[in-house]
């Protein structure tokens, strides 16, 4: 009877002890960790997350979650949907802040891996500081420095320069005697280019008429020989047709 007791008190630890090892060593060796982005990045457009959620035995799924640091009240909006697969060093999740509208700010992103144990809460892992940056700010133009402002007095007036008259030399004798041999002259030299145009046409014209006169004598010689060209021509071959009769 007595060992029957002890028996059963035995058993009775070990039933209480074994659920509390179990559940130790199951979160012990559950893997939940964000690779990047890492605390303090900047983000914009499709953010891939990266990273490793497993477990070797109790594993059920993931999820990934992002939060709004600059509200006071944590409020976790889901980044797709709950994933079923463990997975290692890979891809959790791609975050595309452009589609899902999601403001300029600073946000948290938290990995909670769900595990098969009984009123346990699931891993957890967050990434704080993450800012995420879609629009471009505008650059502000620089501004210019005022125009220098002078203190000095007008300006002094300056006095006018008074230039020296000048004295115009008036005409002299010589100098119109001058004038009138130039203009002689040049009148001289343009009746002279006159008679030698006109001799040149005189020239042009004797030249012409003594060929024309050349070529109707031709025409009129050859309207005279052509008839008796014809007539010689006539008698040799009628003296050659009587040689070939006789």
């Given at each position: 009877?007595a060992?029957?007791t002890?028996?059963?008190?035995?058993?009775?630890?070990?039933?209480?002890?074994?659920?509390?090892?179990?559940?130790?060593?199951?979160?012990?060796?559950?893997?939940?960790?964000i690779?990047?982005?890492?605390?303090?990045?900047?983000?914009?457009?499709?953010?891939?997350i990266?990273g490793?959620?497993?477990?070797?035995?109790v594993?059920?799924?993931?999820?990934v979650e992002?939060?709004?640091?600059?509200d006071?009240?944590?409020i976790?909006?889901?980044i797709?949907t709950?994933?079923?697969q463990?997975?290692?060093?890979?891809t959790?999740?791609?975050?595309?802040t452009v589609?899902?509208?999601?403001a300029?700010g600073v946000?948290?992103?938290r990995?909670?891996?769900?595990?098969n144990?009984?009123?346990?809460?699931?891993?957890e892992?967050?990434?704080r500081?993450?800012?995420?940056?879609n629009?471009?700010?505008?650059p502000?133009?620089?501004?210019l420095?005022?125009?220098?402002?002078?203190?000095?007095g007008?300006?002094?007036?300056t006095?006018?320069?008074?230039q020296?008259?000048t004295?115009t030399?008036?005409?002299t004798?010589?100098?119109?005697?001058?004038?009138?041999?130039?203009?002689?002259?040049?009148?001289?030299?343009s009746?002279?280019?006159?008679?030698?145009?006109?001799?040149?046409?005189c020239?042009g014209?004797i030249?012409?008429?003594v060929?024309?006169?050349?070529?109707?004598?031709?025409l009129?010689?050859?309207?005279?020989l052509?008839?008796m060209?014809?007539?010689?021509m006539?008698?040799i071959?009628?003296?050659?047709?009587?040689?070939?009769?006789?």
């Open positions: 009877m060992k029957t002890t028996v059963f008190i035995l058993l009775l630890i070990a039933m209480s002890i074994a659920p509390s090892s179990v559940l130790a060593q199951g979160r012990e060796a559950t893997i939940a960790i690779t990047s982005p890492v605390e303090g990045a900047t983000v914009s457009g499709q953010v891939v990266t490793s959620a497993s477990h070797p035995s594993f059920v799924g993931y999820e992002f939060d709004n640091m600059a006071a009240n944590e976790w909006l889901p797709g709950r994933v079923s463990p997975i290692t060093e890979g959790l999740q791609i975050w595309d589609a899902n509208n999601v300029d946000y948290q992103i990995l909670r891996v769900f595990l144990l009984p009123d346990e809460p699931p891993v892992f967050v990434v500081n993450v800012t995420v940056l629009s471009v700010p505008t502000l133009p620089t501004p420095p005022p125009p220098a402002t002078s203190t000095a007008p300006p002094a007036p006095a006018p320069i008074q020296p008259p004295n030399p008036r005409p004798v010589e100098t119109l005697i001058d004038t009138s041999n130039q203009s002689s002259s040049s009148g001289g030299e009746s002279l280019n006159f008679d030698r145009l006109q001799g040149a046409f020239n014209v030249i012409a008429g060929f024309f006169a050349f070529f109707a004598g031709y009129a010689l050859r309207a005279r052509r008839p060209a014809r007539q010689i006539w008698q071959r009628s003296e050659m047709d009587d040689d070939r009769r006789g």
